[in-house]
């Protein structure tokens, strides 16, 4: 399989800790990964990958976070064409229920529009939340985390199943 590519952005450290955990897992594992925060990462470089992860937590009410939003009027114009990504964020179901993971929706979209091959998708079942960008039908369009109301064990348990299930996936 060829490398995989996990892009992510974190203000509170909830996706940087997922994202470790993640790279951890996958390397154990023996995948070859390359980590880039988007904070500090030309968002072209993603397109140096086939295989993809991408995370962001959704900030305030529906938000990108700001590394990503900084990014994202030339991210929604790149060809995807040819690459798979999975995308993952963290968020708070209780606190921000009309909205929750809205952030893996507003990526997903464009990367589906411009070609690319979507993975990851996750039953809703898990949470208890009113309304997302991320929904397609009864499915969530990636992994969502929410590290406000989990404890880390169910987190790691929910990143545990999605990684095994993406990396069959994966070219």
């Known amino acids: 399989m060829k490398k995989i590519g996990l892009f992510f ?13 993640m ?20 968002v072209e470089k993603i397109l140096e990958y086939d295989n993809i992860i991408i995370g962001c937590p959704t900030w305030h009410i529906g938000e990108l976070l700001e590394d990503w939003d900084s ?17 993952f964020g963290c ?8 909205n929750f993971l809205d952030a893996i929706g507003i990526l997903a979209e464009p990367f589906m529009k411009n070609g690319g091959k979507l993975i990851g998708k996750c039953s809703r079942d898990p949470y208890q939340f009113t309304g997302s ?5 009864d499915l969530l369009l990636g992994l969502g985390l929410d590290y406000d109301n989990d404890d880390d064990e169910t987190c790691e348990d929910l990143m545990v199943m999605w990684i095994e299930d993406i990396v ?4």
């Open 91 to 98: 968020g708070d179901q209780i606190g921000y229920p009309g």
């Open 23 to 42: 790279q951890e897992y996958l390397e154990m594992n023996e995948y070859e990964v390359d980590i880039f925060n988007m904070e500090d990462t030309d």
């Open 168 to 171: 069959e996936d994966f070219q």
């Open 9 to 21: 952005g974190s203000s509170t450290d909830n996706t940087k800790t997922a994202t470790d955990f």
């Open 71 to 87: 990014v994202f009027l030339d991210y929604e114009k790149l060809d995807f064409n040819g690459k798979t990504a999975a995308f």
């Open 133 to 137: 960008k991320a929904l397609d039908g």
